[in-house]
T-cell receptor, first 113, second 109 residues
Framework: DAGITQSPRYKITETGRQVTLMCHQTWSHSYMFWYRQDLGHGLRLIYYSAAADITDKGEVPDGYVVSRSKTENFPLTLESATRSQTSVYFC????????????FGEGSRLTVL | GQNIDQPTEMTATEGAIVQINCTYQTSGFNGLFWYQQHAGEAPTFLSYNVLDGLEEKGRFSSFLSRSKGYSYLLLKELQMKDSASYLCAVMDSNYQLIWGAGTKLIIKP
């Protein structure tokens, strides 16, 4: 089915380990985003991408790396996980106009021990 | 700085009407979005306002006043399934979304 999917849905890791969260969309949307959601905060933008091979930092990019070699994939890597990166991570995509709605993946719940 | 304010939590009764307010201060304005998020799920789009006034979609309506930096989401004929968090987000001059922390709506029978 068409849509946007994230994996893994749940992940427990230890401080210092590298973790990659995957995001795949089948709509060929140009824009893709990574957000984190924590209690008491709104969704915070980590990185976004306007097209393949184009990525930009968002509000909270430190400690994260992204790539976008193909339009449909936008993985997020935590190079050396820290406890403060325990969060729910949402990938989203947007097609069409700049003011179009976002379509979110189901989320990846990451716990860093 | 940029800021979106909305109440943390609201409680309403099944069948009633509830209004969730959102005030904002942002660098530029390219529209205001409302999303619904059930616990443990992803946000889903509800409405988009870029011009002043009321947009109605079934039981849900969204209002915008750009001069006041104010919006509200109106939910009528509340159902138990409307229990969720409601997220207000403003698109700034760079077409980036600034999100409020969300309003958790509790519906009581």
């Amino acid at each position: 089915d068409a849509g946007i999917t994230q994996s893994p849905r749940y992940k427990i890791t230890e401080t210092g380990r590298q973790v990659t969260l995957m995001c795949h969309q089948t709509w060929s949307h140009s824009y893709m985003f990574w957000y984190r959601q924590d209690l008491g905060h709104g969704l915070r933008l980590i990185y976004y991408s306007a097209a393949a091979d184009i990525t930009d930092k968002g509000e909270v990019p430190d400690g994260y790396v992204v790539s976008r070699s193909k339009t449909e994939n936008f993985p997020l890597t935590l190079e050396s996980a820290t406890r403060s990166q325990t969060s729910v991570y949402f990938c989203a995509s947007r097609g069409g106009t700049d003011t179009g709605e976002l379509f979110f993946g189901e989320g990846s719940r990451l716990t860093v021990l | 700085g940029q800021n979106i304010d909305q109440p943390t939590e609201m409680t309403a009764t099944e069948g009633a009407i509830v209004q969730i307010n959102c005030t904002y201060q942002t660098s530029g304005f390219n529209g205001l979005f409302w999303y619904q998020q059930h616990a443990g799920e992803a946000p889903t789009f509800l409405s988009y306002n870029v011009l002043d006034g009321l947009e109605e979609k079934g039981r849900f309506s969204s209002f915008l006043s750009r001069s006041k930096g104010y919006s509200y989401l109106l939910l009528k004929e509340l159902q138990m399934k409307d229990s969720a968090s409601y997220l207000c987000a403003v698109m700034d001059s760079n077409y980036q979304l600034i999100w409020g922390a969300g309003t958790k709506l509790i519906i009581k029978p």
